[in-house]
């Protein structure tokens, strides 16, 4: 017989209690892993950005646009070593419902600043020679059912009308942080209809995508262009792209802070529910660990016993907890792709859970431990189970 | 003539209930040879548990010497004592204390486990220990699966295993019927006789302290 096997009867000793509690360990590890995979997912525009990429835009807000004139002023600053640039154009597609990331972009400088952006070189030649052409990311793609060569409608909003648009080319992203779920298509399209509809709008853009040479110089890059357009009629606020992509992760700060606090809460459920179960077991075995010492076993052999019992316990849970997260992260990346584009549980969550139910198993075991090695022997024996 | 396996001179013991003091042995004097079979009786209370625990050494003598199997047990630091306690001592308690986890051949395993024996040795131990009782066709029951005489005859199985130099038993038949009780006292009466083990029992039954070759009272914490 082994010490482990001992371990595990006595784990298994109160069979329902024991399922219960590994069941409650499951659901909360499932349900930490997945509130962490949703700040993850928050995350994921600023994972994916790059660090020789800046972003200007206009210094009251990202709704204001700039002048295209500015292109050329841009590139000037030393440092700088290609630029391109793209619009919000927030048109629907059959249904408010439908909504995903649609960008006018210059497409031959847009694909040369995101070589993450992986397009089939026929396809991107199509997309290059068609004014209505779109690339569009593999998840929008596969969430319509479109195909190379489909007729898109798209009711614009910012840009008032009817807009036709055909699938040339569909992107993968070169890594799973890269959102595949956007709309590309050239800024020229809507430019010309701007300048007979709206002419006051035509010759501005949303924002600017900046290449530099040295990401050490960002801070002082970003500085020149910005004193470049001061006191012009636009002017600009430049930063890396990765702080732009944080700006607006900090106006759901409040419910990201929200969602760490629930998952701490989470991580003290998982004790309790644990601390509980060894509490009964150890209140219980009084006597017998009394005994276990009148045998000649020694105390560390006790604290083997209890740690034990409680890790295999914590690591039921934990890797049930595991599963559970697997299926059902899997099932709500798919249901939430089009609002959590980078929403996939990735190990290091899986990781985090099972050492924090391993820690937990740890400290569940302590007041059993204490209360073990405190009680005389005499006096367990005395307990009557 | 050979120095007794257990010699008391001039014990003490009392416990403390808040700051009031309790006496509980006064003035215990006692020796037993090798091979002795010794029974200690006394209503409840008389402190025959509390001196068979002191015995065993997972009690503490307020004054007093006690030397067991050689040993002034009552010098030695916590470790000492669990490691004397496995090798000299073999623990019979009145509600057999098996684990119910465990297998009749587990339980009886148990103590091997502080030992260096390997597989092989202690399964040739057990199996001579569970055959002795006469449970070798029960190995693999569990405690539910038994009753209370092949429970407390596993328990004295386990207590034998390691071929202690001491066997202490607590009111070993307080549990059982009649019958069940006989079969136990027979069976120490064999270790005793058959195998020389020095025993040390705690009964309140006149009819299981006659098998013992001595009989000794306690009453209010004195020996008779």
Sequence with gaps: MKVLKLITRNAGRHKLRTILTVLGLALAVMAFGLIRTFIDAWYAGARASAPDRLVTRHAVSIIFTLPIAYKEQILQVEGVKDITFGSWFGGIYIDPKNFFAQFAVEPESFFRVYPEYIVPPDQMQAFLQDRRGVIAGQGLVDRFGWKVGDQISLIGTIYPGDWQFVIRGIYQGSNPDIDETAFVFNYDYIDERMKQESPGRAGEIGWYILKIDDPSRAAEISSRIDARFDNSRAETRTETEKEFALSFIAMSDAIIIGLRIISYLIIGVIFLVLANTMAMAARERVSENAFMRTLGFRGYHLVGLILGESLVIAAMGGIAGMILLYLVGTGVGVALSQFFPGFAINPATYLLALITAVLIGIAASIFPIVRALRINIVDGLRVVD | ?224
């Design chain 2, 1 to 224: 003539m050979s120095e007794p396996i257990v010699k008391i001179q001039n014990l003490y013991k009392s416990y403390y209930r808040d700051s009031l003091e309790i006496p509980v042995l006064h003035n215990i004097n006692l020796d037993i040879p090798q091979g002795q079979f010794t029974a200690l009786m006394g209503p409840s209370g008389s402190g025959k548990t509390t001196l068979l625990n002191l015995i065993a050494g997972i009690d503490k003598p307020t004054s007093g010497t006690m030397a067991v199997t050689g040993e002034d047990i009552s010098r030695l630091n916590e470790g000492e004592m669990a490691k004397w306690r496995a090798k000299h001592i073999g623990f019979i308690f009145q509600f057999y204390n098996l684990l119910p986890v465990l297998t009749a051949y587990e339980n009886v395993e148990l103590p091997l486990l502080l030992t260096n024996l390997s597989r092989k040795e202690r399964k040739e131990h057990v199996e001579t220990a569970l055959s002795i009782v006469g449970l070798g066709e029960r190995m693999k029951h569990y405690p539910r699966q038994l009753s209370g005489g092949q429970e407390q005859r596993v328990a004295i199985a386990r207590a034998i295993v390691s071929d202690p130099t001491l066997l202490l038993a607590d009111e070993p038949t307080g549990d059982l019927d009649k019958n069940s009780a006989e079969e136990i006292m027979t069976l120490l009466g064999r270790l005793n006789k058959e195998f020389n083990k020095t025993i040390i029992m705690v009964t309140h039954d006149p009819r299981a302290a006659e098998k013992a070759s001595v009989i000794r009272n306690l009453d209010k914490g004195e020996l008779q």
